[in-house]
């Protein structure tokens, strides 16, 4: 930095420091523009894929809700199970039976 401001130094070579620093900055802003683009892009598609996830996951529980709810209506004298632990079981409709 003490070249530049040394009174030996010819105009002509401060100009093209003058001109070259500013190149510099001119490329360093541009670069910044495009990684912010790049970085905004990428959150866009991260947002798109997880709301196509979150859409087909919704999708499939509805499907599985309606089967359950056809099964359940299909056949009245269905029993249901639900295992509470181990090989324990818990069964629930036999007393409709009656």
């Given at each position: 930095?003490?070249r530049?401001?040394n009174?030996k130094?010819n105009?002509?070579?401060?100009?093209l420091?003058t001109i070259?620093?500013g190149?510099?900055?001119?490329?360093?802003?541009g670069?910044a523009?495009?990684l912010a683009l790049v970085?905004?892009?990428?959150?866009?598609?991260i947002?798109?894929?997880?709301?196509a996830?979150?859409?087909?996951a919704g999708l499939?529980?509805?499907a599985?809700?309606?089967?359950?709810?056809?099964?359940?209506?299909s056949d009245?004298g269905?029993?249901?199970a639900?295992q509470?632990?181990g090989?324990?079981?818990v069964?629930?409709?036999?007393e409709?039976?009656?």
């Open positions: 930095m003490d530049l401001t009174p130094l105009m002509t070579w401060r100009g420091a070259a620093a190149l510099a900055t001119t490329a360093a802003i670069l523009a495009v970085f905004a892009a990428s959150i866009v598609v947002a798109l894929v997880a709301s996830l979150l859409a087909v499939a529980l509805r599985r809700r309606a089967r359950m709810a056809r099964a359940k209506s009245p269905l029993i249901e639900h509470v632990g090989h324990s079981w069964a629930y409709g036999y409709r039976r009656r």
